[in-house]
């Protein structure tokens, strides 16, 4: 079974500035990866699949990278509805399993 | 546009069994390949099991095997998925959520989610 590693645990970032998240797989999920969204009392959003590919209504400003074994999830200019915990989740092989979070906080 | 429409909370005992649902509207439940992810208290995302379409199957993560049961009612176009032998560790939110297959030897992502079902066990 693949095994998702996020990183950091948890980001402090002000508000306007650059939060750069980590995912690695512990084997090539090829470009297989996407992001999730999750803030406090709601279900997880789609953020990203195929590394790169914002889904429907997400703002440009979150951007993915990374095929194989390593992937970024990059916020350019933190807005206030960006802190939450984002998870990455492999899809290239059974089971599809996330990774186990990063929380990004108000610094 | 696809909503997946999920009610409140279960509380039950431990040995028991719970059966949350999952409605599905703006699609037939057919259509879809429906998941499940559970989510503990403070805890991480755990997917649980999901249909393929392409195959016919249900499949489940390892961990619920022989635990959990996934169907679908057409008539109504829910998704339920019944998880049998509670335990405290089962207590969590449950969700439900449509799955997008890419190629023909991938799993899923997820695209559309139910707000989710907190399912508590205790005695």
């Known amino acids: 079974e693949i095994v998702m590693t996020q990183s950091p645990a948890t980001l402090s970032v002000s508000p306007g500035e650059r939060a750069t998240l980590s995912c690695r797989a512990s084997?090539?999920?090829?470009?297989?990866l996407a992001w999730y969204q999750q803030k406090p009392g709601q279900a997880p959003r789609l953020l990203v699949y195929?590394?790169?590919t914002r889904a429907t209504g997400i703002p440009a400003r979150f951007s993915g990278s990374g095929s194989g074994t390593d992937f970024t999830l990059t916020i350019s200019s933190l807005q206030s509805e960006d802190f939450a915990v984002y998870y990455c989740?492999?899809?290239?092989?059974?089971?599809?399993?996330f990774g186990q979070g990063t929380r990004v906080e108000i610094k | 546009q696809v909503q997946l429409i999920q009610f409140g909370a279960e509380v039950k005992k431990p040995g028991a069994s719970v059966k949350v649902s999952c409605k599905v509207s703006?699609?037939?439940?057919?259509?879809?390949?429906i998941h499940w992810v559970r989510q503990a208290p403070g805890k991480g995302l755990e997917w649980m099991g999901g249909?393929?379409?392409?195959?016919?199957?249900?499949i489940y993560a390892q961990k619920f095997q022989g635990r959990v049961t996934m169907t679908e009612e057409i008539s109504t176009d829910t998704a339920y998925m019944e998880l049998n032998s509670l335990r405290s560790e089962d207590t969590a939110v449950y969700y439900c959520?449509?799955?997008?297959?890419?190629?023909?030897?991938?799993?899923?992502?997820?695209?559309?989610w139910g707000q989710g079902t907190l399912v508590t066990v205790s005695s």
């Open positions: 959520a449509t799955g997008i297959k890419v190629g023909a030897h991938t799993s899923y992502y997820l695209d559309y």
């Open positions: 703006g699609y037939t439940v057919t259509a879809l390949s």
């Open positions: 195929g590394a790169s």
């Open positions: 084997q090539s999920v090829s470009s297989n």
């Open positions: 249909f393929d379409p392409k195959d016919g199957e249900t």
């Open positions: 989740q492999q899809y290239n092989d059974w089971p599809p399993p």
